[in-house]
Nanobody, 114 residues
Framework: QVQLVESGGGLVQPGGSLKLSCEASGSIMSFFMGWYRQAPGKQRELVAA???????HYADFAKGRFTISRDNAKNMVGLQMNSLKYEDTAGYFCNARSLTYEYWGQGTQVTVSS
């Protein structure tokens, strides 16, 4: 069992930046890590993902603005979010997925508002 704890959310103005972090209670080396988000009334959607070897994938809305990273030694995954927009307001969730297991964090709220 791996527990995931997100941090770094908060209130930010449009155009601002936030860095989200996800800390795992165990090794993430064998996991495909991702960040998802869910806005009220909407389905959860993939924001960005990163393989164990560092290959990344971004949703179209995240390309050029968000950067996902991982530190296997520290069992952490980050999401740097720049040029934030009102529509980025959502709960952001960390996900760890392997061939046999999948884990979710409880999420951190990001609110973009002036």
């Amino acid at each position: 069992q791996v527990q995931l704890v997100e941090s770094g959310g908060g209130l930010v103005q449009p155009g601002g930046s936030l860095k989200l972090s996800c800390e795992a209670s165990g090794s993430i080396m064998s996991f495909f890590m991702g960040w998802y988000r869910q806005a009220p009334g909407k389905q959860r959607e993939l924001v960005a993902a990163i393989s164990g070897s560092g290959v990344t994938h971004y949703a179209d809305f995240a390309k050029g603005r968000f950067t996902i990273s991982r530190d296997n030694a520290k069992n952490m995954v980050g999401l740097q979010m720049n040029s934030l927009k009102y529509e980025d307001t959502a709960g952001y969730f960390c996900n760890a997925r392997s061939l046999t297991y999948e884990y979710w964090g409880q999420g951190t709220q990001v609110t973009v508002s002036s």
